[in-house]
């Protein structure tokens, strides 16, 4: 009996990845709205009952798509030292271009807040115990306004705005990350 609870396990995890990538696929191609749970299920060329008995609403199911699209750009871990603060943009921006379809529809505003409310606090929380480590008399706004700073330059969204709407090569893409970290750095280290 052991095994063939197994299988069905596998079955189900089977049948929630090809769900999820039938979405993903639907909102690299077209704008979110279009993901429906009918869609969804027309893409993965399933019934809409078996969408449902994974997701109970579109919300929940944008909730995963979120999750299994960050999964899937395979960022690196937040900072934890300022020697990797400083490396940070070159190993995201590179990540994102690799993935430059799923990284622009990671951008969507019903996709990156899912992402950004699950994995926002920790790199903000990471970059924060940098900054207040490196310049702890600094006074808690000038703290703020810093990791902020430095959180923008690490998002998809500078990505994003250097590579299309400059259209800067991902070097000085990365280069222009590097030197906005560095500066707020050296206003709050002084």
Known sequence: MKNLASLTDRK??????????????????????ELTVRAAAKQANISERTVFRYFSSRDDLLDAVAEEMHRKLNLPSPPSTLDELLVAPRQLFSAFDKKTALTKAALHPEI?????????????????????????ES?????????ATIRYYLTASTWYYYRFSFGFTLEESIVGAEMAIRQAINNIAQ
Request: charged fraction near 30%; aromatic fraction near 2%; hydrophobic fraction near 45%.
């Open 139 to 147: 006074g808690v706004q000038e703290r703020r306004f810093a990791v």
């Open 12 to 33: 189900n995890d089977l049948t929630r990845q090809l769900i999820l990538d039938a979405a993903i696929e639907m909102v690299e191609a077209a704008p979110v709205h």
């Open 112 to 136: 990156v807040d899912r992402i950004r409310e699950s994995q926002g606090s920790r790199t903000g929380i990471a970059i924060e115990d940098i900054i207040d480590g490196l310049a702890p």
